[in-house]
C-alpha cells in the first residue's frame, strides 16, 4: 500500500496579515479563551501578537501562566517618553511565536492608559506586519471601538442563553449606528451544546449571521484557561482545537502546497 503525503501548509501570498478584534456584550462568554486559542492557533502558522485590552479585568497573563516584564502602561510610558521604543522588546513571549502584550496589574495603571496612547499602539502593531488579536473588555469602550476599527475581522462570542444572545444584537445595532463594518463580523458561539438556551439556528436567525466558531460546551476549555495552558497546548488533539485552528486556518487563506509561503519579509 502507497503511503500518502500531504503538503504542508501555504498562507496565501496576496493576503494581508488578519487583525481580529474579540468582542462581547457580557461577560462570561469565554472571550478570552477564545481570543487566546485563536493568537496561538495564528501563531501555529506564523508569528503572532495577542494584546489585552481588558485595561481593568484582564486575565490573558494567566491564560498563559506568564509572567510579564513590560505590561500594556509600561508601554505606553516607554513611548511618550522616547517614542523610538522598539515595541517587540516589551512583548512577553509564549513558545517560539506568539507574543504577548499583557493588561495593567492595577487599576491605577489602567488609568494611566489613554485612547491616544492605543492608537499609536496599534500604529505599530500594524508596522510589524504580523496577525493580531485584541481581546477586548465586555462592551464597547473607546479602546474596542478603536480596536474593532482598526480590525480586518471581529469575532463576536456569545452563549447560547437569551440574555447573551439580545446583548450581542444590541451591539450589532450600536455598530451600525457608530458606522462600524458589521459586514467584517463573524460569530463564534460558545458552549453551544449547552442544554439551556437557544439552539445554534435560532442565534444565527436571531442575529443575522453565520456561525463562523462553534465551541462545544466543554470543562476543557474553562479547565486549561484556568491552569494557564490553552486548549490548542493542553488538548491539541480535540475537536475544539480543530475547530479554532481551522478558523484561523481560514483567517490566514491557507492552501496546501509544496512549501510553507508567507506574505511578510523577515528583517535580516
Known sequence: MSTIHLDPPRVAADRLPPVVTVVSPKGGSGKTAIASNLALALAQRTPSVLVDLDTYTGDVEWAFGVRPAFRLHD?????REDASTELEGMFTPYGAQLSLLCGPDSHIAADGVYAADMRTINHRLLALNRPVV???SPGLSDFTVDAMETASRVL???TTDVAS????RKLLDTMRVLHLP????SLAINRSTARWGLSVNDVEERLGLPVSLNIPDSSQMEVSLNAGTPLLDAHPESHIADSVQS?????LGITLGKRMSFWWKRKL
Open 134 to 136: 485584541f481581546d477586548t
Open 75 to 79: 508601554v505606553t510610558r516607554r513611548f
Open 247 to 251: 478558523f484561523a486556518d481560514s483567517l
Open 156 to 158: 463576536l462570542v456569545t
Open 182 to 185: 458589521t459586514e467584517r463580523v
Open 165 to 168: 444572545v439580545q446583548a450581542a
